[in-house]
């Protein structure tokens, strides 16, 4: 048996920390000058399409997307109006279209056969997915031919009320790519794990999706997965959550919408936010030393010996 080998130094925890650095930064300046540069590259930048996505897809030039961000439809018994969501379905925009249970397997298979083909070499997916059809969707992924590189779970502050059995309030995201080679992947922060705890937040009498993604969760999608003039797409538009989180973090967006009726409340959204006004330099993200310090005093204290 061959001898262990050792550290060089010493593991200091929360050390590395101190000297982390994203992979990739641009200055605000860089990214405007990314996002302008490719405003013009493609017909289809900053607009939404109401109609069947796997209709439009077919449409797009081969490679010509970067990332894709997709939260399709249940496949259950569900019109977004149910009481036990403690809201008031008023503001509930009606034409929702659900997929039935039975249907559900070809539906996947149908829109997600395509990602391939209009995904950049480098370009990757986050496809979101309760558990209940998770297999189908699994399954889908496997037979495109595209790589699953992390099962990723949200945890979320808010689950329905259950007598019988567990109350879910988490919610599967599927990290998949074309090429692990050549895939980008912006490392952001030292330590990421799998598992991301974000609230849901809620808007009171704002007319809405059914369902609705965190801010929060989405862009960090994008900022992991995208650099800044990107081309991020969403098959299944419903609030725009996607595209605002695109637009403001200074990519471009595209997206398909079957129910017509949600366009008011889509413009409405998307104007409320302009171009890269949440985009931060990834390095200014980060916690300062100053932060660090109360957070890790004895990984500081190291760390201030060996400036010396």
Excluded at 162 to 179: G, M, N
Excluded at 185 to 190: E, P, Q, V, Y
Excluded at 250 to 266: A, D, M, S
Aim: with cysteine.
């Amino acid at each position: 048996m061959g001898k262990k080998k050792l550290r060089k130094n010493k593991y200091i925890p929360n050390l590395a920390e101190f000297y982390f650095k994203p992979d990739y930064n641009w200055s605000i300046e860089e990214a405007k000058m990314l996002f302008d540069n490719n405003e013009n590259e493609n017909e289809n930048f900053d607009k939404i399409f109401y109609r069947d996505c796997v209709v439009g897809i077919q449409e797009l030039k081969a490679e010509s997307i970067d990332l894709i961000i997709a939260d399709p439809p249940f496949g259950l018994d569900f019109t977004g109006k149910e009481s036990l969501y403690n809201r008031n379905s008023d503001y509930v925009v009606e034409g929702y279209q659900e997929i039935k249970i039975g249907d559900y397997q070809s539906f996947t298979s149908r829109w997600i056969q395509e990602i391939p083909r209009i995904l950049k070499p480098h370009g990757s997916a986050y496809i979101f997915s309760g558990w209940t059809n998770l297999l189908p969707i699994l399954q889908s992924i496997e037979d495109s031919g595209l790589i699953l590189r992390n099962h990723l779970i949200w945890q979320y502050n808010f689950a329905v009320f259950t007598k019988r059995k567990f109350a879910t309030s988490h919610y599967h995201i599927l990290y998949v790519v074309k090429d692990e080679k050549k895939v980008f992947f912006n490392r952001i922060k030292h330590y990421e794990t799998d598992t991301w705890t974000i609230s849901r937040k809620y808007k009171p009498n704002q007319r809405k999706n059914g369902t609705k993604l965190p801010d929060e969760l989405v862009r960090k999608c994008v900022n992991y997965s995208s650099k800044p003039g990107d081309l991020v797409l969403d098959p299944f538009t419903g609030n725009a959550t996607t595209q605002i989180a695109a637009k403001s973090e200074y990519r471009h967006y595209i997206g398909f919408e079957l129910n017509k009726q949600l366009k008011e409340t889509i413009d409405t959204n998307l104007a409320s936010v302009n171009v890269g006004e949440n985009y931060i330099p990834y390095q200014e993200r980060l916690s300062s030393i100053e932060e660090l310090a109360k957070q890790y005093p004895n990984a500081y204290n190291i760390y201030k010996k060996r400036l010396k």
